[in-house]
């Protein structure tokens, strides 16, 4: 698109008084529009834009991919492929692209939503003027002094974050929530466009630019009141796994002096962070707990930083105690954990998902196997404030994180007591463990507690019971027996019939056939008036024909 600014400018005059009195603010027609516009244009969907004379051109990749024509001076004879009739999303999102070369979209909105029922008059200037105070509209010259470089300190780096952010509609997080992932990916791609050309200086930029986008999303959506679901935590998920591909890429080489301010500036980020009375305590602590870990790894900021804390011993908050206990477990100082975990209660389990990771698979097993010690008299009532999703999601994750054949070597009750203490969600692994752990009477145990079917048991454990400690398999198919007889039909009948041949097995294997004949003829009495059963009996030769 080759046109310049102050031509551009005079086009849209037309456009936008057309688009302010086609589209009303108070109809759901209209801010459908605008607002669908406005997320193609976010999401960088206009492509091919091309200017002559007084019309455009322009390409949007939607559900459907649609070329389109806007009209300078008739804007509401405009054309696109779409079905829709009049001012369509598509050709708000190419307004919107075009506007964005001379004024702030997020404030054309705005005035928009707040305008009155007369049609805005005058030239491109008049208005420039009528709105300058507000920054409704600014003339190009003023965007571009208003705009600010890049600079070559941290410092300037913060300041242009600052200016980038202004430029960014945050309300379409509340007005569209259900995107929110994907409405802070392309955020963090528009940041990254103006990213340093230096190779080494990129990853530096990347972890910046991703650092000031968590916590200033997050402080936005906490000012404004915003819960997040399980769903939309996403997006933060995903700001962290680029801060830890950008530490992956500074980590290869070792990092040249000219980085140590970006460092310290972190760093003291870091603690203006924890200094602050602001809530919102699982992202603060997750970027937090991230930093600490993987970039500020010199034992002497460590320990200045925990002697730090401890000055502020009065600060009892959430995310002191979890920043005080990072600090302890990084520093390898258990006997100062074990006080902090004392603080944090059940709101341990909920943060231990970032330790037991880290520290597990970066084998340092103590500091893990203390967590899990602490967890363990926790995790019921941690479990019991989920929901039934939320509680398979984190029980199957806990589980999996945990280095089982260590923990058996160092506490086999402890894993005993730990999956006990996850039923039912841990039902499937403390079966398995009963089972490798040859405990077969609580493996019993465990199947009256769920009540699972024999055809179901024989797959989860029943066979190796059976082989190996057959008297305790004696109560499963004495049950499945009497279950089965009582559906009364043909088919239980024949299932019963399986189930006593088993019974008979095992008697024989014990050597204990008189009680097999005592049980049969038992059996055989109580239900004598079952014909059908009595005849599956003698086909399957449990008594003469």
């Not at 199957?396 to 070597?409: Q, S």
Request: proline share 3%.
């Amino acid at each position: 698109m080759s046109i310049r600014i102050q031509e551009l400018k005079d086009k849209l005059l037309p456009m936008s008084q057309s688009i302010q009195g086609e589209l009303d603010p108070n109809q759901d027609a209209g801010r459908n529009v605008v607002s669908k516009g406005l997320l193609l244009f976010r999401q960088n969907l206009v492509s091919n834009v091309k200017v002559r004379d007084d019309e455009v051109t322009a390409e949007v990749q939607d559900v459907t991919p649609v070329t389109l024509e806007l009209n300078f001076s008739f804007p509401l004879l405009s054309k696109c492929s779409c079905p829709q009739d009049g001012w369509c999303r598509h050709q708000m999102a190419t307004f919107f692209m075009l506007y964005n070369k001379v004024g702030r979209v997020s404030e054309w909105i705005q005035k928009w939503r707040s305008r009155s029922e007369g049609k805005p008059s005058g030239s491109l200037d008049d208005l420039l003027k009528k709105h300058g105070s507000t920054g409704a509209l600014k003339k190009a010259s003023d965007l571009l002094n208003e705009r600010k470089t890049r600079g070559n300190t941290p410092e300037e780096w913060w300041q242009f974050f600052d200016s980038l952010l202004k430029q960014e509609d945050l309300e379409l997080l509340e007005r569209q929530p259900y995107l929110m992932d994907v409405l802070v990916q392309n955020m963090t791609k528009r940041f990254m466009k103006e990213a340093p050309f230096e190779r080494e200086w990129k990853p530096l930029y990347q972890l910046f630019a991703t650092f000031y986008l968590s916590i200033h999303i997050d402080l936005y959506l906490q000012k404004r009141n915003v819960e997040l679901s399980r769903e939309q935590y996403s997006m933060y998920d995903f700001l962290l796994g680029e801060m830890e591909d950008a530490v992956e890429k500074l980590s290869i080489h070792a990092m040249p002096f000219s980085f140590d301010p970006y460092i310290a500036f972190l760093k003291k980020e870091t603690i203006d962070m924890s200094d602050s009375t602001e809530n919102s305590t699982m992202m603060k602590a997750e970027v937090y707990r991230f930093l600490w870990y993987y970039l500020f790894k010199q034992k002497s900021w460590r320990r200045d930083e925990m002697n730090r804390l401890e000055a502020h011993k009065e600060n009892d908050s959430t995310f002191y105690n979890v920043a005080i206990l990072h600090q302890s477990l990084l520093l390898e100082d258990l006997e100062k954990a074990e006080e902090v975990v004392v603080r944090l209660g059940t709101e341990l389990v909920a943060f231990s998902e970032f330790w037991l990771r880290k520290f597990f698979v970066g084998k340092r097993y103590e500091a893990g196997f203390f967590l899990v010690r602490h967890i363990l008299s926790r995790m019921p009532d941690h479990i019991e404030s989920l929901d039934y999703y939320e509680a398979t999601r984190f029980v199957r994750w806990f589980v999996r994180i945990l280095p089982m054949d260590w923990l058996m070597e160092k506490d086999p009750s402890l894993v005993n007591e730990l999956l006990l203490s996850m039923l039912p969600y841990s039902f499937f692994s403390y079966n398995e463990y009963l089972i490798n752990a040859r405990a077969y009477r609580e493996w019993v145990e465990l199947q009256k507690y769920m009540s699972y079917s024999i055809q179901e048991m024989e797959g989860m454990g029943l066979r190796d019971v059976t082989k190996e400690a057959p008297e305790l398999a004696l109560p499963i198919y004495y049950s499945g027996v009497s279950e089965a007889i009582d559906q009364k039909n043909r088919d239980s009948y024949k299932q019963a019939v399986r189930y006593l041949k088993k019974i008979r097995t095992i008697y024989k294997k014990t050597k204990k056939t008189e009680k097999w004949d005592v049980y049969l003829a038992y059996i055989l009495d109580k239900y004598k008036r079952l014909r059908a059963f009595q005849e599956e009996c003698r086909k399957g030769k449990l008594i003469d024909a």
